[in-house]
């Protein structure tokens, strides 16, 4: 599947972890020079989220994949993205919509005691066109 073929991100870290999941989500750009994509319409989204770090947790985890897939699944399958309000103002582009989902993500990861980061966020839109988002590691995005 060419799906499973992603950039890789190098590191030095002891631990990768690498998620898939796919959902179906709705989103318009809501300006005249986005040509077509200003009509309301659907994708059916791939994304790979890239997880490291050096520790594990007392179950042997570095992060829970269920838990990855519940903040991104759960919060944007058979949605409509520009209801978000992390859209509010910053139109669903490919490009944002991996920039908040990498926010997301690592919001939850510092929840946790072992520290993993996210070091790559891959959100594919249709099979010819994928974004790439790379967080600056120890920086605000
Ligand atoms: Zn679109």
Redesign the pocket.
Known sequence: MLQQFYPQVPHNYTFELNKDMHLAAA?Y?DDDRAGD?RNM?G?TYFINVTIAGDNLDELGFLVDFKRLKSIIHKRYDHTLLNNHQEFNGRPPTTEEVARQIGLAVQAELDTLENKPVCLQVLVR?TPTSYVVYRPKQGGAS
């Open positions: 989103h750009i994509c319409h994708h839109e």
